[in-house]
């Protein structure tokens, strides 16, 4: 079997690049698609318009207009953030995106009557990265963050699955930091028993729960 060229042997190859192959080299690049023309732009022109393309992007992969009949795409929205945050660098947009997909998500929950195990696991593991980003913010963009925060918690309370309740003890540490962190790790604990299936981290490339199309199906 073919043993597949890593990054090493890339790096080793463009390292003799001059300097007008290498601007050849990335022309290359961003005229190849669309994604590569984004992320090009994030890392080399980064501007507040690169983060309201990747928010409506991700909005759309996880509440998708319900007339489209497009599928709901948890694991494209994760790629997406993963993308940005790897492109400009910016933590406090990867943020706002995380949050993006946890509003979006508890939005179609609480108007569609959208119902699955994994799905609100995803939302949750993206909303513990999100509140667990939360003291690398510089401090004047921490207020409004806390406030979406709650939003959401407020939002969710009409869902089930158990998803209310563990919105409300992953955001406790953020939204009333003097209660105690350890129920949080408790509700984790349970979370993993009755998914059978180990933690894993959100904005890490995972195998991602089959995509949903068509009417979503309503809670039980």
Request: charged share 30%; aromatic share 6%.
């Given at each position: ?5 890593g ?18 080299l ?17 890392r080399?022109?980064h ?22 009949r ?16 790897l ?13 993006a ?5 508890t939005?179609?929950?609480?108007d ?109």
């Open positions: 079997m073919t043993r597949e060229v990054w090493g042997a890339v790096k080793a190859k463009v390292k003799g690049f001059s300097a007008s192959k290498l601007v050849n990335v022309r290359d690049l961003y005229q190849a698609s669309a994604e590569n023309r984004q992320f090009l732009r994030g080399l022109l501007s507040a318009a690169d983060l309201e393309r990747y928010r409506s992007q991700v909005t759309d992969a996880v509440f998708p207009d319900p007339v489209s497009k599928p709901v795409r948890v694991g494209e929205a994760e790629r997406l953030i993963r993308h940005y945050r492109s400009t660098g910016d933590q406090a947009g990867a943020v706002d995106l995380m949050l997909m946890v509003e979006a998500g939005e179609q929950a609480v569609l009557g959208y119902a699955n195990e994994a799905y609100f696991a995803s939302l949750e593991r993206v909303l513990e990265s999100a509140v667990d980003a939360l003291p690398s913010l510089p401090e004047s963009a921490r207020p409004s963050v806390v406030q979406r925060l709650r939003l959401v918690v407020k939002r969710a309370e009409s869902t089930g699955w158990g998803y209310g309740d563990a919105v409300r003890e992953i955001t406790m540490p953020a939204i009333s930091p003097r209660q105690n962190p350890g129920r949080r790790a408790a509700l984790a604990a349970r979370d993993r028993e009755r998914l059978g299936t180990g933690r894993r981290s959100a904005l890490r490339p995972t195998e991602d729960w089959p995509e949903t199309s068509g009417q979503p199906r309503r809670a039980q």
